[in-house]
């Protein structure tokens, strides 16, 4: 927006023609683009007010029908805003002063000596006009934001005494007067007495208790203004109750948010507490009755040492107690692991091959009645902890060997495929298999497919070995169709993941 | 003392589990008696001579107690905090012979003031022979102190 415009159209009020002529040579000289019109009499100047199309008039003071008063009254009652230069001869002081009084922007004689002054005259007449034009518009549009915009205006003593408020605060209050405001400001907004201007909190959100059933939030904006030799206090108020409340509600849903998360974890911890503590009390209580198995298969040997028995027996009750050793051994290294499941992975390079190998010959003792075609191709080594890897080869060929059993002829391939990233390892058999559909619950703790129930087994080794996998950030996937074997994939990183 | 006659205070809860100790006990030719209850309150009513027990001729205070961890009633920790309290038992060196590794069970015992802390083993064998060595270093070799017959 522009801030001043340019004087472009005079209207020049004298019936004398020379003195016309004069005055337009005198603006001419100043204004080279200047538009004058000129009026003769009422009946033109009218006219002209009807046309509206003049920026600042000039008027005689002596004319034949009327005086310059008159013809100032006139263009006040037109527009009180529009600026007005007297240029005459035969005015005296007390004319002027009575002008001056009625609104006369200024008053320039039109003897040679002084005639000169007139385009000066009405250049800062003209400016003034249009600061005191950009004043009133910048009031009225403050003025009308402050309305719209719902704030309170105050200005205040350094001490606290209220000067002025705005109607806009009077109304955000509910109140009438000023001195009301000043009652409420001293006992509602807090306002110090002794405020220095650098000390002044700039914004503060002031909580009213009112006796309405909801609570209202103010916001109070405060500036020290100097003028003069003294200061002021400038402020603003305004009602962000609404703000407030919606930032409370936010807040809320957000605690509700953060509660149902805790909820959710502590539920989660308690879950997965409750079900270490089942797997450990189940795995611990399985220790008792293995032990003593043994401990009783040792005091028969003690009984039959004395009596003949053939070696046959003695070679079952060996394996029984071997049997019985190592079921104890592998509980004990359950409890192990559901103990230290949290501990760091004691990252070996772990020879498959020979781990492979080692747990085929272990599981091929409890299946020595099969007939298992076995076919191992050369695995790699590999970065991990070996007592968790032989954990998985252990279930994984357990659970081949299992579910072949209604095999005439069980057949177990182990493979494995490097790659850049990572080592796969594969484990197929020619059993029961598992529905395609059913693979999402392969791996859960304690689940068992509906087709495996004939088999012993708990449910638990295949969680383990997801588990294994996992904190090796290796990956764990199976393919299967129902009664047309299960393949088994894992996939080991070449190098030992952090944590 | 008198004469040296050591006796066992078995607390065990689990018959078979009795069974084997007593047979490792005498394969390992412990000359001590040994005498057994089968749950925490009785160990209590045992020690301080409570009802039948006052009888000390047929049940004399133990020179050593070998203690379950796992027991039905009071439990073996709750065993052990209780003899700890009392004037004179609290002598008696008290071995806790568990099947529980755990190392919160082996701290609290320590922390609760227990002479030894014994995991039972798998294989019988392994009992026999921790039997042995307890018959060496706690009935032989080790000093007991003064505990009056009527404790």
């Known amino acids: 927006m522009e801030l001043t415009r340019s004087l472009q159209r005079i209207l020049l009020i004298d019936d004398d023609p020379n003195d016309r002529l004069l005055a337009i040579r005198e603006l001419k000289n100043e204004f080279p683009d200047i538009q004058v019109q000129e009026a003769l009499n009422w009946a033109e100047i009218f006219q002209a007010f009807a046309d509206d199309e003049f920026d600042l008039v000039i008027t005689d003071y002596e004319l034949h029908w009327a005086t310059g008063l008159e013809v100032l009254q006139s263009v006040k009652e037109h527009d009180i805003e529009r600026p ?47 600061i005191r034009r950009k004043a009133l518009e910048l009031e009225f549009r403050l003025q009308f934001l402050l309305d719209e915009l719902k704030v309170g205006v105050f200005r205040s003593t350094l001490d606290g005494q209220l000067i002025e408020v705005s109607d806009g605060l009077l109304q955000l209050l509910g109140l009438d007067s000023l001195a009301q405001a000043q009652t409420f400001f001293q006992s509602r907004l807090q306002l110090s007495t002794l405020r220095n201007a650098a000390a002044m909190q700039r914004h503060r959100e002031i909580k009213l208790n009112g006796s309405a059933d909801q609570l209202r939030w103010l916001q109070v904006s405060e500036a020290p203004v100097p003028f003069g030799d003294q200061s002021f206090v400038d402020g603003l108020v305004s009602d962000i109750s609404e703000r407030k ?19 959710r974890t502590a539920r989660l911890k308690r879950l997965n507490h409750e079900l270490s503590m089942f797997a450990f009390s189940v795995s611990h209580d399985l220790r008792s009755p293995i032990r003593q198995i043994n401990g009783f298969v040792t005091l028969l040997e003690q009984e039959l040492s004395s009596a003949t028995v053939n070696e046959t027996v003695r070679h079952y009750l060996q394996q029984i107690s071997q049997l019985t050793e190592r079921s104890g051994n592998m509980i004990d290294d359950l409890l192990q692991f559901s103990r230290t499941g949290r501990a760091e992975l004691q990252y070996v390079s772990v020879d498959m091959n020979r781990l492979v190998q080692e747990t085929k010959r272990q599981i091929e003792l409890q299946a020595a009645n099969r007939t298992i075609r076995w076919q191992i191709e050369p695995l790699p ?40 990233q990572e080592t796969i ?35 638990i080794g295949l969680a383990n070995v997801q588990r294994v996998i996992h904190r090796h950030q290796g990956r764990l996937w199976a393919e299967g169709e129902r009664d047309a074997g299960a393949t088994f994939y894992f996939a080991l990183p070449s190098t030992p993941a952090n944590g | 003392m ?9 607390v065990e809860d689990d018959s078979n589990d009795i069974l084997f100790i007593q047979r490792a006990f005498r394969q390992a ?18 020690l301080s001579g409570a009802g039948e027990y006052a009888n000390r001729d047929r049940y004399p205070l133990p020179t050593l107690i070998l203690l379950d961890l796992k027991l039905p009633r009071r439990s073996g920790v709750e065993v052990l905090e209780w003899i700890k309290q009392q004037p004179v038992i609290r002598r008696i060196p008290v071995i806790i012979l568990t099947s529980s590794r755990e190392s919160m069970d082996v701290d609290r015992s320590y922390d609760l003031g227990v002479s030894s802390y014994l995991v039972k083993p798998v294989n019988f064998n392994s009992l026999l022979q921790m039997f042995v060595a307890l018959n060496d270093y706690w009935l032989k070799l080790n000093e007991y102190p003064s505990v009056p017959l009527m404790g």
Do not use: C
């Not at chain 2, 008696?33 to 209590?44: C, H, M, Y």
């Open chain 1, 425 to 459: 390892f594969s484990i197929r058999d020619n059993g029961i298999g598992f529905d395609a559909k059913d693979t999402k619950y392969l791996f859960g703790v304690f689940q068992r497919l509906p087709n495996a129930e004939p088999f012993a087994g708990t449910g």
């Open chain 1, 245 to 263: 409340q919606a930032s409370e509600v936010m807040r809320s849903l957000n605690q509700a948010l953060e509660d149902r998360v805790e909820d």
């Open chain 1, 381 to 420: 080594h590999i970065p991990g902890d070996l007592n968790l890897l032989r954990k998985v080869w252990q279930n994984l060929i357990e659970n081949a060997v299992k579910y072949t059993r209604p095999r005439e002829r069980a057949e177990i391939a182990i493979e494995s495929i490097a790659g850049e």
């Open chain 1, 84 to 130: 007005i230069v007297m240029f005459t001869d035969s005015g005296t002081q007390e004319i002027a002063v009575e002008a001056m009084k009625a609104g006369l922007d200024d008053y320039v004689l039109k003897s040679p000596k002084h005639r000169i002054r007139l385009s000066q005259a009405v250049r800062s007449v003209w400016e003034k006009a249009q």
């Open chain 2, 29 to 46: 030719d412990i000359a001590a008696s040994i005498q057994t209850v089968q749950d925490g309150d009785t160990a209590v009513d045992y």
């Open chain 2, 2 to 10: 008198e004469a040296a006659k050591t006796n066992v205070l078995l």
